[in-house]
Structures are given as structure tokens and as C-alpha cells.
Nanobody, 121 residues
Framework: QVHLTESGGGLVQAGGSLRLSCTASGNIFQINGGGWHRQAPGKQRELVAGINGEGSTVYADSVKGRFTISSDNAKNMVYLQMNSLKPDDTVVYYC???????????????WGQGTQVTVSS
């Protein structure tokens, strides 16, 4: 099995920073980038940031210029640097990553359990 675990969430004042980490473990042959998502109450889950194996990134308009996604495929890690945090960023953040368990397996997305980010005003 493959498991993703997020860490780095917490309570921070508006304007502060947090760095979220996502660690994939288990039967992993290869991990290829990943993404961070969030879902506010009553809203659709949104892609906050994504990165592919070539390092190409995408961001939600609400976080452009403030958040930076990065990955270290060799270490099975995906990161989200969050700067200039706003109260609207308060939500649980979830990590996802495409993983294949053998060299001949199809790629599949796995999800973590989430880490809470709370930004006070």
C-alpha cells in the first residue's frame, strides 16, 4: 500500500508563513510530482497548486504570488511554501501524488488525510 502524510500545518497570524510537507511511503517505485488541494465549507474542492515531473507548476488564482509548490521525487516528497497568509486560507489542505508501484504499473493518484491551516487576523 501507499500512504501520503501531510505535516506543517498550524496556527499562524495573517501575513505569516507556513511550509507544508507531504511524504509518500510504502510500496513506491516512482512518484511523479504532486499537488495540494483545499476545500472550504460549502465549496468545491479546489486545486491549490500542482507540479508535474518536469517541474511545471499551476496555481489557483487565489494563491498566485504567495504559494510555491515544489517536489523532490527521489525523496518521495511534495512541499507547499505558503507566504503572506490570509484568514481566507484557513482550511484543511490535502496532498495528492501520482505513484506507480512497479515499473510496469499504471500511475495512480493517492491522497493524504490533510493538515489544518488556521490563519488569525
Amino acid at each position: 500500500q501507499v500512504h501520503l502524510t501531510e505535516s506543517g500545518g498550524g496556527l499562524v497570524q495573517a501575513g505569516g508563513s507556513l511550509r507544508l510537507s507531504c511524504t509518500a511511503s510504502g510500496n513506491i517505485f516512482q512518484i511523479n510530482g504532486g499537488g495540494w488541494h483545499r476545500q472550504a465549507p460549502g465549496k468545491q474542492r479546489e486545486l491549490v497548486a500542482g507540479i508535474n515531473g518536469e517541474g511545471s507548476t499551476v496555481y489557483a488564482d487565489s494563491v498566485k504570488g504567495r504559494f510555491t509548490i515544489s517536489s523532490d521525487n527521489a525523496k518521495n516528497m511534495v512541499y507547499l511554501q505558503m507566504n503572506s497568509l490570509k484568514p481566507d486560507d484557513t482550511v484543511v489542505y490535502y496532498c495528492s501524488a501520482p505513484v506507480r508501484t512497479t515499473a510496469w504499473s499504471n500511475w495512480r493518484d493517492y491522497w493524504g488525510q490533510g493538515t489544518q491551516v488556521t490563519v488569525s487576523s
